[in-house]
């Protein structure tokens, strides 16, 4: 009925394990994808940790956009690349070596012909520089003086 006691037993708990998890301010491994295709592409990715293969949430790019990979880990990722038509067969698969975080540009590397005169496209993931970032405005010394006031003498 009443849950109070029980919630200020939790609270401690709650202190403690954002205290312990507040220092990691720099987070490394962040990956960010930009597709600089002219068709969607459904992006993947997947990194072992602790013995398991774990997989990012699928995530549709339109070209032009921008999305970020929702897995934070450093080390060997493997990035899959698949038609949004086609989503059970990958188009692309590449493995990348993550140390910071990055920003990759997916991007057409060659056009070929298949033998029943179809184009298929190979793509490439290029690393390219994360944008910059504006920083926070510091605030001025003096405030901004007003046209219609007096003078100070």
């Known amino acids: 009925m009443f849950r109070a006691p029980y919630i200020l037993r ?3 708990l709650s ?10 301010g720099a ?10 295709t002219n068709q969607p592409i459904i992006v993947q ?22 999305a970020v990979d929702g897995l934070n880990a450093t080390g060997v990722r493997r990035i899959a690349l698949y038609d949004p038509k086609k989503p ?8 990348v ?8 540009s997916i991007q057409i590397d060659t056009t070929i012909m298949v033998k029943d ?3 298929a496209s190979r793509y490439k993931l ?3 520089a994360l944008p910059n970032l504006p920083s926070r405005p510091s605030m001025p010394s003096q405030p901004p003086k007003s046209p219609g006031m007096p003078k100070k003498k």
């Open 10 to 12: 939790a609270l401690p």
């Open 15 to 24: 202190v403690v394990a954002l205290l312990l998890f507040a220092g990691n």
């Open 27 to 36: 987070a490394d491994g962040l990956v960010g994808y930009r597709n600089d």
């Open 45 to 66: 990715s997947a990194v072992v940790v602790n013995n398991a293969m774990r997989r990012s949430k699928p995530q549709l790019i339109y070209p032009g956009e921008i």
């Open 88 to 95: 059970n067969i990958a188009i692309h698969q590449e493995d």
């Open 97 to 104: 070596t993550i140390g910071r975080d990055v920003l990759l």
């Open 117 to 119: 005169k179809t184009q």
């Open 126 to 128: 290029v690393p390219t």
